[in-house]
């Protein structure tokens, strides 16, 4: 176990530390400690509640009080705390229970263990195991919990909460919630609370400035910010175009909606990770401001880049042919169609309905600017690309589409630590499959270490040599076409096709 939580009794600390000396339990005072203990350790880039299954046992208080927002935050039941976390922490393998329940709650725990000890036993949980939590009707519970249903009941914030993270339970919660007239307004007690913003730190002497400077130019490294770094640009750019457009949003809610964001992309992920949240819409954004002589609103350039920092939010960082074969129970779901591209969807209209209503009266233009984001389907895009092209949305789908493969248009230096991150994500999808046919081969497989990628691409390559032969099979089949149309349609466009076609030389002299 990494962590384990005894909230609101230094006594509980005492008594768990003896009850699992083998665990690392915390005290922490309030509930509003906690949350900001969690997006501290979020923030610093520690990756331990989705790596290891954890614990909070929640002393509730004896009175409950809602003079001031903090001490209304710090009155809610263990039930709710419960939802909460779910809520704002959605990819957390971390359960809440109370201290009558701590001791059947470990045991839990340790019984579940096995489905998170590596990165692929993690993967394909996430992906393919179909407990979706204790009111499912026809979900096969038996494998992961083993309490029974009448347990829930009585217990309902209990060791089984189903805080073992699955696609499944994930889809299973924001369908219940929204299908939940009255949603318990989690977001609003916690922005009312805490000030996130004292939360984000960038290193010391990186004015305002020097964040516009480098959001506002092709050359963008998102690899070069750090987690609080990626939410203040994402806050500056966002906060920026809200205003513009007249969609208000204070800071604060602006601030927990990038927290729950960032908490609701897998960290461990080596590409599709909030990293490439970011970059996407910065690129969109960018694509936008190129193009703005072809918008009559601000509301289209707020929304796509809203989009595009939802767009693959939740991503397993595997693909749609691994979730329909072995068919996962979310693929199902989907009838096999777009499976990621709905699933992020649903997902991030959950997160907008409780973070910025507003936003939702233009759901369709957030729905299916993602929904282009499928890979699937760009030929279509790239087929129907002409003259009426400027017309919305289609507009809007092409740029988000542009911007989500633009890695192959950045200058080469960024474009090759891309490149190494998606060919690292498609290796350990390889050894995932054979995983799953228990095919010994797998066992080779070694999660690539976290260390910063080198800025030579020539070092970079030494490592990683297969990268001119895959980036040159990418840009044939499916960025040429569409830079290059692009381009075409659009003559302010046309340095993306230039930078592609200088990239794809360089990679051409590699073979
Ligand atoms: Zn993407």
């Known amino acids: 176990m990494s962590m384990l939580f005894a909230v609101n009794s230094p006594e509980l600390s005492t008594k768990l530390v003896s009850q699992f000396p083998d665990s690392n339990v915390v005290h922490v005072p309030c509930v509003a400690d906690l949350l900001l203990r ?7 880039g520690s990756n331990t509640y989705e790596r290891n299954l954890s614990l909070v046992v929640y002393q509730e208080p004896a009175s409950t009080s809602s003079a001031t927002p903090e001490s209304a935050l710090n009155s809610i039941s263990a039930e709710e705390l419960s939802c909460l976390i779910q809520k704002q922490f959605p990819c957390f393998s971390l359960s809440v229970t109370t201290p009558a329940n701590a001791l059947e709650a470990v045991g839990g725990l340790n019984t579940r263990r096995t489905m998170y000890s590596t990165r692929l036993n993690r993967v394909s949980t996430w992906m393919y195991n179909d407990y979706a939590g204790p009111d499912q009707p026809g979900v096969n519970d038996s494998e992961t919990c083993a309490h029974s249903k009448s347990d829930h009941k009585s217990h309902p914030a209990s060791s089984c909460s189903s805080n073992v ?9 924001v369908r219940r919630s929204s299908a939940c007239n009255q949603r318990k307004p989690y977001s609003k007690m916690i922005s009312s609370a805490l000030d996130l913003r004292s939360l984000i730190h960038v290193p010391r002497g990186n004015t305002d400035k020097y964040y516009w400077d480098f959001l506002s130019t092709w050359d963008f490294c998102a690899m070069r910010l750090n987690t609080s770094e990626l939410v203040w640009c994402s806050y500056l750019i966002l906060g920026k175009l809200a205003r513009d457009a007249g969609f208000e949003v204070s800071d604060n809610e602006l601030f927990l909606l990038l927290l729950t964001l960032e908490a609701s992309y897998h960290q461990g992920n080596k590409f599709h990770n909030f990293r490439h949240a970011v970059d996407v819409m910065q690129a969109t954004w960018q694509l936008c401001c190129r193009l703005n002589s072809h918008f009559d609103s601000n509301a289209s350039v707020l ?8 767009h693959d939010v939740g991503h397993p960082g595997t693909n749609n042919a691994l979730m329909c074969d072995p068919l996962s129970p979310i693929a199902k779901l989907y009838q096999k169609k777009s499976v990621l591209e709905n699933f992020h969807t649903e997902i991030f209209s959950d997160i907008l309905r409780d973070h910025w209503p507003r936003i939702l009266e233009k759901q369709s233009v957030i729905s299916d600017t993602i929904l282009a984001t499928d890979m699937a389907l760009h030929s279509q895009y790239v087929d ?3 003259t009426s092209s400027s017309k919305h949305p289609t507009l809007l789908s092409l740029i988000i589409k542009a911007a989500d493969i633009s890695n192959v248009t950045r200058p080469l230096h960024i474009s090759t630590k891309w490149a190494v991150l ?10 995932l499959l054979k995983f799953l046919q228990k095919d010994d081969g797998y066992e080779n497989y070694m999660p690539e270490c976290d ?7 020539e070092s970079m390559l030494i490592k990683y040599p297969s990268i001119p032969k895959g980036q040159l099979l990418f840009i044939n089949a499916f960025a040429e076409s569409l830079f290059a149309g692009l381009g075409d349609c659009f003559h302010e466009l046309k340095f993306l096709h230039n930078n592609v076609q200088e990239n794809k030389k360089f990679w051409e002299g590699k073979m």
């Not at 260390?451 to 691409?457: A, F, H, N, Q, S």
């Open 38 to 44: 969690l997006y501290a350790n979020r923030l610093s």
């Open 165 to 173: 993270y699955t696609m499944l339970s994930h889809l299973t919660k």
């Open 303 to 310: 929304l796509v880049c809203v989009a595009a920092i939802g």
């Open 384 to 386: 129907q690309m002409d």
């Open 422 to 431: 998606i060919t690292c994500e498609f290796n350990e999808c390889a050894a």
């Open 451 to 457: 260390d910063p990628l080198p800025d030579c691409v």
